[in-house]
């Protein structure tokens, strides 16, 4: 996106953007990372990363590759295998909600059943 001035501008992420999933694996590595009693930048040194990409995948803002997963998993003292098993077993405790998805109203529907305002040109989405 470029401003006026010609300078590119990026926005961050809402929370209702960010995939349920990336977000209660975030959760999961946090936790896991302060149950190894290790700061985001100790994780990232022993993974070869940057700090802030471990904030970007605790935030739920990053999805990790398989690389970086076994990256990860080796500093916090367990396996990959492990790593993904415990994200599993943390994500069948949470409650992950589905995103709402606005649809339109099938027109020849309303048509049937009347329900559509006679003379009304607007979206039903609004």
Same mark, same amino acid.
């Given at each position: !996106?470029?401003?006026e ?7 961050a992420?809402a ?6 999933l990336?977000?209660?694996? %975030? ?13 985001? !930048? *100790? +994780?990232?040194f ?13 935030r ?9 997963? !076994?990256? +990860?998993?080796k500093p916090? %003292? !367990?396996p990959a ?12 405790? *949470? ?5 709402v ?5 099938n027109?020849a529907?309303?048509?049937?059943s009347?329900?559509?305002?006679? %003379?009304?040109?607007?979206s039903? +989405?609004?």
């Open positions: !996106m470029k401003s001035a010609g300078t590119t501008t990026t926005k992420k929370a209702s953007e960010r995939h349920p990336a977000v209660a694996f %975030g959760a999961y590595l946090k936790a896991a990372r302060i149950k190894a009693n290790k700061s985001q !930048m *100790e +994780l990232a022993d993974a070869s990363i940057d700090r802030t990409y471990v904030s970007l995948l605790e739920g803002l990053a999805n990790p590759t398989l690389l970086l997963l !076994m990256s +990860l998993a916090l %003292g !367990m295998s492990e790593l993904i098993a415990g994200f599993e077993a943390h994500l069948a405790n *949470e409650n992950i909600r589905k995103p998805i606005k649809r339109r109203k027109e529907s309303l048509e049937a009347s329900d559509r305002p006679k %003379g009304s040109r607007r039903p +989405l609004r």
